[in-house]
């Protein structure tokens, strides 16, 4: 019988020895995914419960500087736990009060994916809440965003997929932000630039059949594991922190080291997406069938396909 990817974790962190451990999701605390790996080495067989975690050291620990609600799944056996291992992070906690393995203590498998940044938590409340009373006055973003073109970069082997969307007030001139020296710029067409990027997209690309048309599920497939970066020339994505959020996390297509000093204050502590990149990301099966169509002509005029 093959090794699930729970055992392997058991084995990988040095805690095979012990016949009671378990993996829990840590939820709030950030889009990534955050597992637990507990277990108590003074009383090995003992039952361990969620309620046992959240009055442990640990949980206080992780928990203290932060103000969102944190919360655990459901106990599962690790030996029983097989799901992918990218993108996560994994903790080994050990309830008698020490932690197992430092050194292995912030192991890290993969990066971002497109789905760790749907989810609310992407945006923050200020974010949403404008991005509601832009849907009111001018509509959601699977009707504003259009996809305008594809680059790929065979030395990378990223492709990225750039969109168009317009501002919000008419009444106003709009300004956008150079990606390159993230100076305001003069923005007289009222429009935003938005780019996904998916990296390491020809290492899937070669493991596809000579002659395979990509088809919708094809690129529904390699969003739902591919790692991805973002940017928006919105002057909010740069200006008020996103960008440098997703640069903590790599996925910024243009990083940025410059932290925010006010507007944490004002959006909390985890938020990535302007209120653009936040719809596009919310809407983005609307856009997958043009996405694929339009990459599938490229690669095809390229001799990929």
């Known amino acids: 019988m093959a090794e699930t990817t729970g055992q392997y974790l058991k084995r990988t962190f040095g805690v095979s020895s012990f016949p009671n451990v378990f993996v829990t999701k840590l939820m709030g605390l950030s889009n990534a995914r955050i ?8 009383r090995p067989d003992a039952t361990i419960t969620n309620e046992l975690i959240r009055h442990s050291p640990f949980f206080y620990f992780v928990k203290a500087p932060f103000e969102q609600k944190i919360t655990l799944s459901s106990l599962v056996p690790i030996e029983e736990w097989d799901r992918n291992l990218a993108p996560g992070v994994f903790l080994v906690q050990d309830l008698s009060g020490r932690f197992a393995n430092l050194a292995n203590l912030d192991q890290h498998f993969g990066e971002m994916t497109l789905g760790d940044f749907k989810s609310k938590a992407s945006a923050s409340i200020v974010t949403q809440t404008f991005r509601q009373i832009r849907n009111k006055k001018k509509g959601p973003e699977n009707r504003l965003a259009k996809l305008t073109s594809i680059a790929i970069d065979e030395d990378e082997g990223s492709v990225t997929f750039k969109f168009k969307t317009v ?7 709009h300004s956008e932000v150079d990606p390159f020296t993230f100076s305001i710029v ?6 935003y630039e938005l780019q996904i990027k998916v990296l390491k997209f020809f290492d899937w690309l070669e493991t596809a059949p000579v002659g395979t048309v990509l088809t919708v599920k094809d690129l529904k497939d390699v969003l739902a594991v591919a790692d991805v970066q973002f940017w928006s020339t919105s002057p909010s994505f740069h200006w008020q922190g996103m960008n440098y959020m997703l640069s903590q996390v790599n996925a910024s297509i243009y990083p940025t080291d ?16 302007d209120k653009h990149l936040f719809g596009l990301a919310r809407s ?4 997958i069938p043009q996405m694929a169509a339009k990459l599938s002509a490229i690669l095809k005029s390229k001799g990929y396909l």
């Open 186 to 191: 003069s923005n007289p067409k009222d429009e």
């Open 258 to 273: 410059i932290a925010p000093k006010v507007w944490n204050h004002i959006h909390g502590q985890t938020y990535f997406f």
């Open 167 to 173: 501002a919000t007030d008419d009444n106003q001139k």
């Open 284 to 287: 983005i099966s609307f856009f």
């Open 35 to 42: 597992f637990v790996i507990v277990y108590d080495s003074k």
